[in-house]
């Protein structure tokens, strides 16, 4: 039967969302990827009970994640069942709707049933009460902000859910529905997006600068740009390679530019004596609206990298500065 590490908590790094209660792990255990119906689950459920024993106590899903709608969230539960259960009140839990989830007109965006519906079925799956956020997974152009939020607000007040969140709204949305969330007093704390070293549309947008003004906090997904900032494609990118949507600056600039960039932020990461993985994640910790960053660590090395980020997050002008010159 597992016990938790009684050091679990010994060397973390935990950041607060704005001027929340929330507090979460400078990393966060996400299960976007790796975590489907094709999973090997004994792999998986021994890379999330590392990951706990090393301070990580965040773990993110989404309706939508697997491969296979809901995959991600079963495992979740199974492990959380087995083993994390007697550990509740130290985990953050959270979810998303709004991506295909089911068939039909309310199995995607964030109509009110869509949203209560989607819950409910993380909820069951998952063996949980409440999760502790709950995220509207995208924009919804065809509903109204206005229903959105009442519709998350009205999840908190039914006791589902302890905050909310948003994911993948950009400034122009995330301003209006804070509004509404201000006039409701919803306790909504992050924006959850994607943001690394190639990816910073969240800074020229001015989608960071107005969650700091409103003293919520951001969750940067991707923080690597699906391998692209590790040492892995240094020697050349190939063109069957799969990236977010949101990485679209291999499509603007093309690959030799994008090898030419890595490669110049590789060796700044050796002076800092990190390697470019590392790099790329405390240069998003550098930022204090950053509250966590989620990564998909799915074996326990490539999650034990990770944490040795956190040995370094400062940067100075002079590295920040180069880091500009060879990103923007």
């Known amino acids: 039967m597992y016990k938790a590490s009684d050091n679990r908590y010994d060397d973390i790094m935990v950041r607060r969302a704005g001027n929340s209660g929330l507090q979460l792990p400078a990393l966060s255990f996400g299960m976007w990827h790796s975590f489907g119906d094709d999973a090997n689950f004994k792999d998986s459920e021994a890379a999330m009970l590392a990951a706990f024993d090393r301070g990580i106590f965040s773990f993110d899903l989404a309706n939508n994640y697997g491969p296979g709608s809901g995959a991600a969230e079963r495992m979740f539960g199974q492990v959380y069942r087995a083993d994390l259960k007697p550990y509740r009140d130290e985990l953050i839990i959270t979810t998303k709707a709004g991506y295909h989830m089911w068939p039909g007109v309310y199995g995607s965006f964030s109509s009110k049933k869509t949203l209560v519906a989607a819950l409910d079925r993380s909820l069951q799956r998952m063996g949980l009460d409440y999760v502790d956020i709950y995220y509207s997974h995208r924009f919804d152009p065809n509903t109204s902000l206005e229903e959105t939020a009442a519709a998350l607000d009205g999840i908190v007040r039914s006791g589902k859910a302890l905050y909310i969140g948003i994911s993948n709204y950009y400034d122009k949305e995330e301003q209006e529905i804070m509004k509404y969330f201000k006039e409701m007093r919803t306790p909504f704390v992050i924006n959850q997006m994607s943001y690394n070293l190639l990816n910073r549309k969240i800074e020229d947008d001015g989608t960071i600068d107005a969650l700091a003004d409103a003293k919520k906090g951001l969750v940067a997904y991707g923080p690597l740009a699906e391998g692209l900032l590790t040492d892995k494609y240094l020697n050349g990118i190939p063109d069957s390679i799969h990236l977010h949507s949101t990485n679209d600056f291999l499509v603007k600039n093309g690959t ?25 994640l405390a240069w998003l910790l550098n930022n204090p609206t950053v509250t966590s960053v989620i990564t998909g660590a799915s074996k326990i090395n490539h999650l034990e990298d990770n944490l040795k980020a956190l040995d370094n997050t400062s940067f100075t002008d002079d590295e920040l500065a180069a880091i500009d010159k060879i990103t923007k």
């Open 256 to 280: 030799d530019s994008a090898v030419k960039r890595i490669n110049a932020l590789n060796e700044l990461a050796k002076n800092r004596n990190q390697s470019l993985a590392q790099m790329s």
